[in-house]
């Protein structure tokens, strides 16, 4: 459904205006990747070390979006799919507000994905997938929900018994199963560097 009888109303701080003042160009940062697979966890390390350089950041998290904004929804592939709407349209209401948006969520359609990267304007949605065996993810299994999909206790758990579509062209893949968190975050800062989004951290001192 589509509201009716409402006009878009234009602000006269625009979200460039907003950039300027936060000394860096607002963007979204969409990790994915399976359960277990360090998404949250590179997601909060790299906001830590953008907010030491000035950056305005904030971090969506699947579980924290579920106490609330999407706390109606289950895991079924429709509430999945509207669950990435819902996160999609409130990057994009962060983005214009100027800040560095940092997401962590299974996501595991690709379809949904491009739907997000459509809602933005060109050069500022980067998926990150976070490249993590389904194994390794297991063996984690840090919040034990592997361990209550395989008893049945868990329906359309992804990986288990519900697909996850890896990423075709994802802007950065970063290897949470063999690389170090640190140089993870590493990674992750030298790309937003490299897009021109932020300055390098030996500029922001």
């Known amino acids: 459904m589509t509201s009716s009888n409402v006009v878009f109303h234009h602000a ?3 979200r460039e205006r907003r950039n300027k003042a936060h000394g860096h160009k607002s963007s979204v940062l969409w990790f ?15 906001e830590e070390r953008l907010h030491q350089m000035g950056c305005s950041t904030t971090v969506l ?14 895991f079924s592939n429709e509430d999945r799919v509207e669950n990435i709407r819902r996160i999609g349209e409130v990057t994009k209401l962060f983005v214009e507000a100027g800040v560095i948006v940092l997401t962590a969520f299974i996501s595991p359609f690709k379809a949904d994905r491009q739907k997000v990267r459509g809602l933005l304007p060109h050069g500022d949605f980067f ?9 390794v993810c297991e063996q984690r299994d840090v919040k034990g929900l592997y361990a209550k999909a395989r008893a049945g206790e868990i329906k359309d758990f992804t990986g288990v018994s519900s697909v996850y579509e890896e990423p075709v062209k994802p802007h950065l893949t970063v290897s949470t199963e063999t690389i170090p968190l640190e140089d993870c975050v590493d990674n992750v800062i030298n790309f937003l560097v490299s897009q021109g989004k932020i300055r390098a951290p030996s500029e922001t001192v």
């Open 32 to 46: 994915t990747g399976l359960s277990g697979s360090g998404k949250s966890t590179l997601a909060h390390a790299v």
């Open 61 to 74: 998290d699947g579980d924290n979006v579920r106490h609330g904004l999407c706390g109606d929804l289950g």
């Open 127 to 135: 998926e990150i997938y976070c490249q993590c065996s389904l194994e």
């Open 12 to 14: 006269t701080v625009t």
